[in-house]
């Protein structure tokens, strides 16, 4: 008869064999589940919620969830301009299950921010370009601004004593004003906040005197009152604001900029993922009820390859790093 504690060690090992055996069955079967019906996919926002970034996050992680029969959680992680989000995904395991979803002020952060936690070009692929959003400039309608003109002249008859909001170092608002101030010849202070939502209370509330807003988080306000439009800050007037002049039209001329939400992975994200997810989010966004969605919002899609879309990262990079030296921009 075999002893009782042999009996029992042998037990113990053929126990543990049959669990590691249907463990490694269980991490073998979810290994190989087709990409993406493994678990949620993330994508972070590096921004508050209610920000332009953040709204067409949400429009196309809805849509985008049905289509991939798979759930898709949008996660806010705000602050230094982005850069907190940012640093998130390219640390996050490049199995196609953590994506970004940023502005075009993550071309500004590697010349504003001299200790980046991550490459902005080794670390994360493009996925592609969402779409473009209009700033507008908006100003509290007790400020007494009666245009961009006026707004100017009061500006320039007292230098150094007018405020201007942003929704971060380096964001896309930030870059706005900067290059709106720059082509107005004005001095005025910088006052950086966390997101867009605090930014459009305190110009609201006349605590700052204008904001280069996306339009999408301002159109609300502007309709019922509570936001006066000076100008919106592209080379072309938006649509859901007709009736409100370019900032060029407003006479100052090469004051425009591009504000763009865009989807990135981490570097080493299957290239088979990558082009599958811009494949899907091309298909979605040319749908009827989507592009409608985006127009209401004043967004237009941009929509291009993933090495496309690198390519156009590098170039404004290159060119934003030219306008934060010019306008010697600076993280305060």
């Known amino acids: 008869m075999r002893p009782l504690q042999s ?3 042998h037990l113990l090992r053929t126990i543990t064999l049959f669990l590691v055996f249907i463990f490694s069955g269980i991490s073998a079967a979810y290994s190989q589940t087709p ?4 678990q949620t996919i993330k994508f972070i926002v590096p921004f508050t919620p209610g920000s332009g970034t953040d709204v067409i996050a949400r429009v196309l992680a809805n849509r985008l969830a049905e289509k991939l029969e798979t759930s898709i959680f949008v996660e806010n992680k705000p602050g230094a301009g982005g850069t907190i989000g940012a640093a998130i995904v390219a640390k996050a395991e490049p199995n196609g299950y953590t994506f970004l979803i940023t502005s075009s002020g993550h071309t500004v952060n590697p010349s ?4 980046l936690p991550y490459d902005t070009l080794k ?9 473009e959003l209009p700033n507008v400039m908006v100003t509290s309608p007790d400020a007494g601004y009666s245009s961009v003109k006026d707004l100017v002249a009061k500006v320039q008859a ?3 004593t007018k405020n201007y909001a942003s929704a ?3 964001s896309a608002t930030h870059m706005n004003a900067e290059k709106f101030k720059m082509a107005a010849k004005i001095n005025a202070n910088h006052i950086p906040y966390k997101g867009t939502p605090d930014a459009i209370t305190d110009t609201i509330a006349g605590r700052v005197d204008w904001f280069f ?3 999408v988080s301002a159109l609300p306000l502007i309709k019922d009152g509570k936001l006066q439009a000076l100008a919106v800050g592209t080379d072309k007037r938006s649509p859901v604001l007709p009736n409100v002049p370019t900032t060029a039209e407003a006479g100052v001329p ?4 591009t504000f763009w939400v865009g989807l990135f992975a981490p570097s080493k994200t299957p290239r088979k993922i990558i082009d599958q997810m811009n494949q899907n989010i091309i298909t979605i966004m040319k749908e009827p009820q989507i592009v409608a969605q985006l127009n209401k919002l004043g967004a237009e899609p941009i929509l291009m390859s993933p090495l496309k879309f690198d390519q156009m990262v590098k170039v404004e990079m290159d060119a934003n790093a030219i306008l934060v030296k010019e306008s010697k921009m600076s993280v305060n």
């Open 7 to 9: 009996t029992s060690k």
């Open 35 to 38: 990409w993406p019906k493994a």
């Open 112 to 115: 504003l921010y001299t200790n």
């Open 123 to 131: 670390d994360f692929s493009g996925v592609t370009s969402l779409v």
């Open 158 to 160: 007292a230098p150094g």
């Open 168 to 170: 971060g170092n380096g």
């Open 213 to 215: 807003s996306p339009v």
């Open 254 to 257: 090469n004051s425009s900029y």
